[in-house]
């Protein structure tokens, strides 16, 4: 069964504060797909990254960077420096190429509160 | 390039009624996914269609049931609304085959009240 956990429900950080998002995954897939979405008040999903199974390279934009261990099945974020508008909720998903069709498993997601 | 648009923004339901809820893909994408959110959890698989079929579906019961239009736009129906109908339903749209792994795109939901 694949499954996403986001163990951290809340965190509140001061601006200029860096903050680490964590997210473990479960899949028996040896292809798969790894994504971070931005969920702010208004509801809507906002697309942030999109990792592959066979790319372990971290990536870095901007103030945002994403940590890919394959050895331990996570895939954090990074917010360095924080700021206010980064006060979201945050959500890890997997995805993965079976069945025919493409569904997204999200975690419970991390709300991040930025306070000035 | 226009996104996801999903109709109406907020609804008011009573148990037992019937509603529709509609999304229109973004540009260029013919792969359309509906996810349900409850308040504080994670977004929910419902189905998913392409070349206006089916092609998937999530741990919902038949009376939530979809369309997909030749224009790739889609709605999503549920009958016999119970309590826990309540949620943020999000729509994605994707390019590809359908069975592929391309982004999901999201619109910015519909909120279902059920009284």
């Known amino acids: 069964a694949q499954k996403v956990t986001q163990a951290q429900t809340e965190i509140s950080v001061v601006e200029k504060e860096d903050v680490t998002l964590d997210c473990v995954y479960e899949?028996?897939?040896?292809?798969?797909?790894l994504f971070w979405y931005k969920q702010p008040p208004s509801g809507e999903l906002v697309f942030l990254i999109r990792?592959?199974?066979?790319?372990?390279q971290n990536e870095i934009s901007g103030r945002y960077s994403w940590n890919f261990q394959k050895s331990t099945s996570s895939f954090n974020f990074t917010i360095t420096a924080s700021q206010v508008v980064d006060s979201a909720v945050y959500f890890c998903?997997?995805?993965?190429?079976?069945?025919?069709?493409?569904?997204?498993?999200f975690g419970a997601g991390t709300r991040l509160a930025v306070h000035p | 390039e226009t996104g996801v648009t999903q109709s109406p923004t907020h609804l008011i339901k009573t148990r037992g009624q019937q509603v529709t809820l509609r999304c229109s893909s973004q540009?260029?994408?013919?792969?359309v996914s509906w996810y349900q959110q409850a308040l504080g959890q994670g977004p929910q698989f419902i189905f998913q269609?392409?070349?206006?079929?089916?092609?998937g579906r999530g741990n919902f019961p038949p009376r939530f049931s979809g369309l997909q239009f030749p224009n790739y736009s889609s709605e999503l129906n549920v009958n016999a609304l119970e309590l826990d109908d309540s949620a943020l339903y999000l729509c994605?749209?994707?390019?590809?085959?359908?069975?592929?792994?391309?982004?999901?795109?999201f619109g910015p939901g519909t909120r279902l009240t059920v009284l």
């Open positions: 994605a749209s994707s390019r590809g085959t359908g069975g592929g792994t391309d982004t999901q795109y």
């Open positions: 990792r592959n199974s066979f790319d372990e």
């Open positions: 540009s260029g994408h013919n792969t």
């Open positions: 998903a997997l995805t993965s190429f079976s069945g025919g069709y493409n569904k997204l498993i």
């Open positions: 269609y392409y070349r206006e079929e089916e092609n």
């Open positions: 899949t028996r897939d040896t292809t798969y797909y």
